[in-house]
């Protein structure tokens, strides 16, 4: 039994202590609470952003101050934006030696298994401490191949400043909602991929964000862009220690996928318990292309994540495929949002989502399927688990077909532990704990799979839900 | 010299409100092969699951003593690491688990301790060979997707490897076709020996071939109302249970 | 006259307002005044009594087209059904109402307070003559006691100038069980909604809707079950057909409430596609407060399966004739629960002229 034990899947809380670590908030430069356009105007000047960003910034400010709150989903009161400090950032400049990060921040991202989790398989990290990328490395046979892995700052300046113009918040633009202009005013930090024509990289890029200022928003923005039949997968963790104070995540993930090329994009979300994870993604698949998301979502108060596939071209194709996890105090409102623009396309949308101790699951979703794009295809499956009755777990899926030459199929199931499979387990000898587990993993079996474990050596400590396929 | 490995006495079952088994009495020493025989809704399934204590099954009065133990309230599971199997009749599919694996945690949960994994594996092999199971249904989800015939070779195969002193099977022929029951019924025989016993519940001879069956009771409406020796499945298949119900035969 | 209503038809739990479904607004003119209706002699079975009003506490139940709706019927009604069930009636009750251009605008408020143990069958059909536009709308509310069986069944087969609605609210007590099915085939707007409260254990509730959208017929739909009792069962299925220029968003709910131990909620929606020129939306939600419950929902939505075309084909059916076949099948769920012979006669031959476009 003790192999058992020791990875067994508890269906309990998620341990978090070691990520409640609070770091004495020592920032070198904080702006005031509120948001106006001096303050905006204060980062432009900070951050020695170019004019048209300047200029990209006071006019999301006034996309931001017309727009209203969003009419639907989960509630937002907690939040109080004119309370929430908008911009924090820590003592340090660039690195790209972990011995030059300040030893409090390094610290943290020890006690997180960062720079071992590089060490172990990742061909670069990239980690955020609050609004700044305090780290950076990429490996040098990476770099060789002509792949761009950057801080967005760093890229606004450099030679792919051009490439940054053309596509910053193309694809989200800030008129999208009311957190994406707030995200469009005050975005900082970052990462900006690009992955030459051709070029298949076998190992993953990681990134990490780590919140720890006290009602601190994040508002990093990842740009990737992957060229005509390379591939990518790129990891995305996030965390950060528990506070009183509600804070805010609205960062905004852009991805470009080119003519038959791949990518992969993989998220760990972890946020503390007081996190409002407002975060937009979105990929615009050209002809052939494929975007995979997969996505782990564990913490956060608040979560509205959508991540949205565009497939622009011919035959290009989306998987979805997500797990949540919602315990006390929780409301995770997740899901995807596919359209179909063109002929040939297909996604695939697979989710399952468990509530415990009074937590809300809310899977969201909508596909449309334009006029234009004939022969497509679409199939949706959503499993929500309920562990207990002061839980709540809702399924809110559209569909929007407006030609008859594609296929679309949903199927979704809500439910709970069956006894008689409770039973079945004891009498084979395990308890029924054990059983309980059991049945959860397998439960969520298939999309844990999917995510990238191996690479983070922190998703163990994450998620005590042993998905780790060991008795899979 | 054999001992009493189980006693059930005076036991009365009840689920939700109605009484499904009452008074009824069974003893079963070790290496002993008994048969419970009964019309449908006589309660011979209720036996087995109250027996391995399923939890929508309460236990009213009497009790269940086994290898010397009082287990009336204990859990399922402390039941089959005692030694105590039951062959579902419809078995569960559980999505996420290799029935490889499965074998591996739960021998280590009745055992309690982790078996050496490549004599496991040849243990395992070599029964999925003699039960005729694809080797490829190690690394398929318990039971999901089995057909009915598949089902039950993979509770015989779980029941070989947990080697329990005890296994109850519960209507292991049904739904099969001739070919499955003969593959059943030898693995049947593989698990028989001196040390362990077996209740086999069944409507059906065709099982107990090859079988030396020392009991076999008659439950009708609740109890045991008549046993005997192996000759009495002959007179059932000729004489039908109501000649039983009418109390044609008395103990 | 005009009729505005702001919103009906809304979805329990709003979602993206882009996707439109959240609810719909009614504007449209009123071809003519709501003249009082020649009442019809009903054919009552024993154990049925018919009133002259509701009974009391009908205006608080709730519909699945909502209150703007309601409203509209209750102000505007120059018809209507009220029934009490004390009995049980095999014999079920009919009514037809024929719209034209001298009686262009219906609006019936039906009730039927179904007594423990009673059982009542209402088939309520609206057809229209001539070319005129018609204008009709329809409010009906049931409460089934302990161990009552109501089933109400209306078939609209108005012309395609017409404006439609069928709104229906239930409430269900212990061993109640409440079918309602809608054919709605016919008109230019169709909007269709009802909401069903099962209150007590092991009340169950049936819906069934078929609806067939050609020319540029809009469907509008909502139907939601909230499971309050336990061991409560809802069964919520659609199908239709979209051709030419169709439109039709389908909203279904079923909606658990936290003390609903042991029941179960099954939906689904069936819709073939025709034309590259419709356009279907669909929003199956699965709302869940209790852990002791099994919700599913299952949707397909596309062409006829071309497999199962050239199988039918192969026995040497034409294209049309195994395309109505397989269009026929999906349709054959609600129209066995239609009571009356003629009435589903009609109806078959009404999906037999329309799809021969297909």
Redesign the interface.
Known sequence: ????EEEKTRVDDIDRTIYDVKDKVDAAFTVDSGLTPEIVNQISVEKKDPEWMRLFRQKSLRTYNEMPLP???PSLDGLDMDHIVTYVRPKTGMSSKWEQVPKDIKNTFERLGIPQAERLSLAGVGAQYDSEVVYHNVRAEVEAQGVVYTDMESALHGPYAEMIRKHFMKLVPPSDHKFAALHGAVWSGGSFVYVPEGVKLTIPLQSYFRLNAPGAGQFEHTLIIVEKNAYLHFIEGCSAPRYNVANLHAGCVELFVGENARLRYSTIENWSKNMYNLNTKRALVEKGGAIEWVSGSFGSNTSCLYPMSVLKGEGARTEFTGITFAGKGQTLDNGSKVIHAAPNTSSRISTKSISKDGGTCIY?S?V?IT?EA?HSKSSVSCE?L????E??????????????????????????I????I??????????D??RS??V??????IAKELPMEYAVEMNNLIKLEMSG??? | MSHELLKVENLQVGVEDKVILDKLNLTIRSGETHVLMGPNGAGKSTLGNAIMGHPQYNICQGSIVFDGDDITNESTDVRAKKGIFLSFQNPEEVPGIALGNFLRVSREAVTGEAPRILKFQKEMRGLMDSLEIDQEYASRYLNVGFSGGEKKKSEILQMLMLNPKLAILDETDSGLDVDAVKVVSKGIRQFRSDKNSLLIITHNAKILEGLKVDYVHVLVNGTIVHTGGSSLIQEINEKGFQFFEAGGVRN | MNITLNQVNLLPVRTWKWLGVNGTAVEEEIPGEFAAWEPQALNLPQGIKQNTAAFDGAEQIETGMGKDAEQFVLQNQNAGIHLTAEGSAEEPITAEYVLDATCPALADYNTIYAKENSSVTLVLSYRSQGGASVFHTSLTKIVAERGAHVRLVQVQLLGDSAFHFDDVGVIEKENAVVEVVHVELGARKVFSGCKARLEERRSRFEAETIYLGDKSRSIDMNYVAQHIGKETESEIHANGALLDESQKIYRGTIDFLRGAAYSVGHESEYTLLFSPRVRNRTAPLILCGEENVEGQHAASIGKIDPGKLFYLMSRGLSEPQAKQIVIEAQFTPALEKIPAEALREAVRDWLKERMSNA
């Open positions: 039994m003790k192999a058992f009419g639907w989903g969201r909508s449309v006029p004939a929500s309920m562990l207990d009755s839980s709540r777990s809702d399924t809110i899926p559209v569909m929007d077909i407006q030609n008859d030459e594609s296929d679309v199929g949903h199927e979704a199931k809500i439910g709970r069956s006894d008689t499979a039973f079945y387990l004891m009498t084979r000898g395990l308890s029924e054990d059983a059991i049945i993993s397998g439960f969520a079996e298939p060991s008795i899979g």
